[in-house]
Structure formats: C-alpha cells, structure tokens
C-alpha cells in the first residue's frame, strides 16, 4: 500500500549534443572585456575560455543555442550594475540568467552575442520565521530555498523541479504543489531589489508601484536584473501527505468528469495534478496538507467515484514531498500550456487529448493541475501583471523531441496544440511555459495587463537593453481587449 511516489515534472536523460563554439570575436568584445574586466570581481567567460562551455551547457534546453559573448558571474548588486553599464554603454544586449530552464533558452537571449549576466553565485537566503518572510537572492534554486525553509519547518509555494532557478520561476508565476492553499509563487512576493538599464540600484521596487506591479508575473519579461526577492513564507506540518491514484487510460472520461464535477469544492489543502506520461495508464498526484488520517475525509468521494486501480500514500515532511532527488537535465524540450475553464475540459477535450497521447511519438508529460476553489482564484487579474486567474486547471505538455522523430513530434505537438486551445480551452497560456512559436503570445501570456506592462517597460528601459523575442516591447500595434 505505502510505496514511493516519484515526483516528475523534470525527466531523466541524456543527451549527447555536441557543442561548436565559433571562436570569432562578437562586435566590440575588446571593448568589453577592457570595460568589465576594471570593475566586476566575479569571473567572466569569453567564448575561448574553457569555462564558457560548462556555462552554455547549463542551459536545459537543448533545442535552442545561442553564443553570447560572455558570460558574468556577479557576486553582488554593484557587479550587476557594473555588467549592465557596461552593456548599456557598448551597446551589447543584457539578459539574466537565473536557473536556466527557460523552455526557449532565453536565458542565453535569441541570438549570438548578448551578454549574459549569471546569477548563481548569488545565493543567499535570510529567513525571518517571526515575520514569516525570506529575502533570496535569485541566484537560489527551488532546491536550496525549499532545503533552508524545510529546516524551520516553513515552505513556500513553487515548482515541482528542484533544479529551476527561483529568479525565473517566481517572477514568471510559479505553479505548484501547494498551489491551492498558497497561491502562485509570483502572489507571495512582498518586495524586490532590482538594477535597472540605467545601472540605478533599486532597494525597494515596493516603492515604484507600476514597476512592482510589473515584477509579479512579468519579472523575467525584460525590466531589469533581479537581485534579491523578498517573499512571504509559510509554517508548514511537520507531515504532509503525497498520493498517487493509479487508473487505467480508458478511465480518463470517467476521472475527469469527476474532477470537473468536484474540483471547485476539495479542500484547499489539496491540491492535485492529471498526471499521463505513457498510453497505458494515467495518475492523479494529490498533496495534503496534513497527515493521511486528515487527508482522509477529503478525498474520499474522488475515491469512491473514480475507482483507481492503485492507491499509494507517503507521509513525510514537505520538501521530500514537493522535489524530487532528480534535476532537470539537458534535453531537447518543447513545451505547451493551457488555462481551462469552468466547468472543466468538456467530453470532446478528453477525447481530443487522449487521441494525441495515444498517437504521439516522443517521450511526454501531461500535467493539469486544478487550480478551481484555490488560493489563486483569490485574485483579481489586474491586480499584478499575472493574469491567469479564474480557471480551472492549467495544463502543461511537455515533449522530450528525441532525435529520430523531431520534426514529426513537434509538428504533431504544433497541430495538437492549435486546435486544442481553440476548440477546448481558453485563449490563455502560461509565460513559464514560454513557446516562441506561440501566436498572439502577447495576449495568451499577459491578458489586458498587456499594454500597461508596454507603458512601463517604456519608462524603465526606453533603450530595450534587455531584449529577446518575447520579452515585453517598449512600444506596440497589439491590443489584448
Ligand atoms: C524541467 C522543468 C521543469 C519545470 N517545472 C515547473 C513547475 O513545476 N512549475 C512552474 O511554474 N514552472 C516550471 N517550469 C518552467 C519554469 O518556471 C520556467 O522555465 C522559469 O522561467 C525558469 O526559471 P529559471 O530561473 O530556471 O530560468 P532562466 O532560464 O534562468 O530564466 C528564465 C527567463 O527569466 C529571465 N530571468 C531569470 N532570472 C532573472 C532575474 N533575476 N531578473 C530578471 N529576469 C530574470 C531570463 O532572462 C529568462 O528570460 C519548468 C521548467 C523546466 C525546464
Ligand atoms: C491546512 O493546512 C494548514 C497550513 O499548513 C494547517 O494549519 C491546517 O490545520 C490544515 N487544515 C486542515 C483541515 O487540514
Ligand atoms: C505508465 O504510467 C503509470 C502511471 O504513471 C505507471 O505506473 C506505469 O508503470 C507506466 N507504464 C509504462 C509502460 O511505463
Ligand atoms: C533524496 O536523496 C537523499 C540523499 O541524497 C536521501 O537522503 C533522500 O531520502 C532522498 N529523498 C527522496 C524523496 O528520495
Ligand atoms: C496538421 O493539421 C493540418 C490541418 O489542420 C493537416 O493538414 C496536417 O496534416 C496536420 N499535420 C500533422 C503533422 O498532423
Ligand atoms: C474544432 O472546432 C471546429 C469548429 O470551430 C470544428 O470544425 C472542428 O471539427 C473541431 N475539431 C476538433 C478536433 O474537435
Ligand atoms: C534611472 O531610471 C529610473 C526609472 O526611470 C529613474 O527613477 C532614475 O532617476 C534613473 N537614474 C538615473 C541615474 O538616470
Ligand atoms: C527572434 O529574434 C531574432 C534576433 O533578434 C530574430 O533573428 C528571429 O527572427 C526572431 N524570431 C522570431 C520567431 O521572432
């Protein structure tokens, strides 16, 4: 009955690229290194360093590559600063990098030779149980932050991937396994340090409100570098529940009507995830806040009205219930994201979905988190720049393209998407989950508060210092009304 129950939202491979760095010098490189070199104390790697490669190939994606210049490794605000001056003065792009799990490798920017400003080195956490709150710098992981908190018996609501950088999850949004109760990471930020394009340091963007506003689902979108994140945290059971009910793929109809049916009114406590990763069976992952006798009453009708196969419950403390052991390594990642109405994905959807996993060739994860009756719901959609508020699931799809059928799997995965979104969901997608081919993407990421977030960008980074494909722009013909 008891077994172990592993936590996948990070697949286990291998991937064997190899990588050519071009050895040419960028534009202006000389100009830089003499501009840097003066006034940063952390080290830097240019493309002929053998360094320079162990840091491109932190990047998780393997799908996307791009050679900046350089990259910095800053060991405090003023060496982030000094990075964006420079940068700003030479012309060079600046992009942060926190964990490096952007699905598009954006944290290595969209083309050759940005400047690439890495903030591991930048780790520190500073817990206050008495205010219950935690200044982090953003060179953290969901690992060292969960580990620090776990000792006080504190956690924080985030992702489910111990290897992802808390600078690009939290500003993005920050799904996850307490979610219900806790609210999207980006909703527990109480306040941010942040160097602007123009090198100002600024120690409070709590008293700037429209750029504050801006960093709570729109952070990692191009306003500056964040240094340190100031977030509500929260005393946590010393036993939380984690479970996994196992069905067989042909159930899917049954469990999802069940869940649309019961989904607004769980406990908010509870929080779970449609799990699918292969065309045999399918789980429901559900945490609880709580021991399993107090978990009990509260997910005994879903029992009793999907009927799992399999049954398995481990108590334990919440940061081995929340991450896995696993890190997310390189692989060739695409990923997909949906928002899903009230009262949940209709008979048709079902059916549409467990059509493409039957026929899909590459290596997948379905994961569709219920968010009806929880924490997130709680809050307007303009009250922050994350906009996603009122659904009732947010489904995630990610494909491992492996080699031999790349071109057919993302094209089937494209072709799945479109018509799913357009037929079955809302017009809603989640910016963690970034997708560069994603049409409209201004509108399905950020919602009315799109324009607004245009205004602002243009007051803080006029220049577009910070810049990528989907990066908010400092002007624009698009209109999310
Ligand atoms: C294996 C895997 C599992 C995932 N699991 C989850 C999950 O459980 N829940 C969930 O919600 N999401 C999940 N995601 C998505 C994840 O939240 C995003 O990819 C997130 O942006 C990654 O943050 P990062 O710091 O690691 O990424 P990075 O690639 O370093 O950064 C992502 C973007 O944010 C910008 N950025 C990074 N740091 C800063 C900063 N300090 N200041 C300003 N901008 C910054 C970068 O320039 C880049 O554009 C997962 C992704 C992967 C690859
Ligand atoms: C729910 O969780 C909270 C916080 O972790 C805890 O204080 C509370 O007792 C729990 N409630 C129930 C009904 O389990
Ligand atoms: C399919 O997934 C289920 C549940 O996630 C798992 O128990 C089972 O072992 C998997 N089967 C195969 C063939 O991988
Ligand atoms: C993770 O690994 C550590 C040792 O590295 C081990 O002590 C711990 O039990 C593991 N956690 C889980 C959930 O397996
Ligand atoms: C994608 O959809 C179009 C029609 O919408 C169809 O013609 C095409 O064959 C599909 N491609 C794949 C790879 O399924
Ligand atoms: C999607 O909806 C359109 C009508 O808007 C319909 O013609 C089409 O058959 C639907 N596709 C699927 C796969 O359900
Ligand atoms: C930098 O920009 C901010 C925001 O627009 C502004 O408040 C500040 O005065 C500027 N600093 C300098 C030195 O120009
Ligand atoms: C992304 O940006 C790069 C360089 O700025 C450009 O070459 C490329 O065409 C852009 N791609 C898309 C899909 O916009």
């Not at 021991?291 to 419950?313: F, M, R």
Request: glycine content about 8%; charged content about 20%; aromatic content about 14%.
């Amino acid at each position: 009955m008891f077994s172990y129950i592993y936590i996948i939202y990070c697949f286990i491979s291998i991937v064997h690229a190899f990588l050519h760095i071009p050895n040419y010098k960028c534009p202006g490189e000389e100009t830089l290194r003499k501009c840097l070199g003066h006034r940063i104390k952390g080290p830097i790697y240019y493309r002929k360093d053998f360094a320079y490669k162990s840091d491109l190939l932190l990047e998780n994606n393997a799908r996307v590559v791009y050679f900046p210049v350089a990259f910095v490794h800053p060991v405090d605000v003023f060496d982030v600063q000094s990075a964006i001056k420079c940068g700003a003065k030479l012309k060079f792009t600046v992009i942060a990098r926190s964990g490096g799990h952007s699905f598009e490798s954006y944290s290595i920017g969209d083309r050759d030779c940005t400047l690439i400003v890495d903030l591991r080195y930048m780790n520190k956490i500073i817990i206050d149980v008495t205010t219950q709150t935690a200044k982090i710098e953003t060179g953290n992981t969901l690992d060292t932050l969960y580990r620090s908190l776990n000792e006080h018996v504190f956690a924080f609501p985030g992702g489910g991937c111990s290897s992802i950088g808390v600078g690009g999850i939290i500003l993005g949004g920050g799904n996850g396994y307490i979610m219900r109760k806790f609210g999207m990471s980006c909703d527990n930020i109480l306040d941010a340090q942040i160097v602007l394009a123009n090198g100002t340091i600024v120690n409070h963007a709590k008293k700037y409100p429209d750029l504050f506003w801006a960093l709570r689902g729109a952070g990692n979108a191009g306003y500056g570098i964040v240094t340190t994140l100031t977030i509500k945290i929260y005393p946590i059971q010393k036993i939380v529940t984690s479970m996994a009910f196992t069905y067989d793929f042909d159930q899917a109809q049954l469990v999802y009507s069940v869940i649309n049916k019961l989904g607004n009114s769980f406990h908010q406590n509870f929080t779970l995830m449609i799990d699918h990763r292969n065309k045999t069976m399918f789980q429901i992952r559900g945490y609880y806040l709580g021991s399993l006798n107090e978990a009990k009453p509260h997910i005994q009708e879903l029992i009793k009205l999907t009927k799992p196969k399999d049954e398995s419950y481990v108590e334990g403390e919440w940061y081995n219930a929340v991450l896995e052991n696993t890190t997310g390594t390189r692989n060739y990642y695409k990923v997909k994201s949906f928002y899903i109405n009230s009262p949940g994905l209709s008979y048709e959807g079902v059916e549409y979905l467990m059509k493409f996993i039957k026929n899909f060739k590459c290596t997948f994860w379905v994961g569709i988190i219920l968010i009806g009756g929880g924490r997130v719901n709680e809050i307007g959609r303009n009250e922050m720049a994350f906009v996603h508020r009122g659904f009732m699931y947010v489904q995630t799809i990610e494909a491992v393209l492996d080699e031999n059928n790349y071109e057919i799997c993302l094209k089937d995965l494209d072709n799945f998407s479109l018509v799913f979104q357009k037929n079955y969901t809302s017009s809603e997608s989640y910016q963690n989950s970034i997708d560069r081919k994603l049409d409209n993407w201004q509108c399905r990421y950020y919602g009315e508060n799109f324009g607004k977030l245009v205004k602002i960008k243009q007051k803080y980074d006029p220049n577009n210092l910070f810049n990528w494909n989907q990066s908010i722009p400092t002007n624009t013909e698009t209109s999310c009304y």
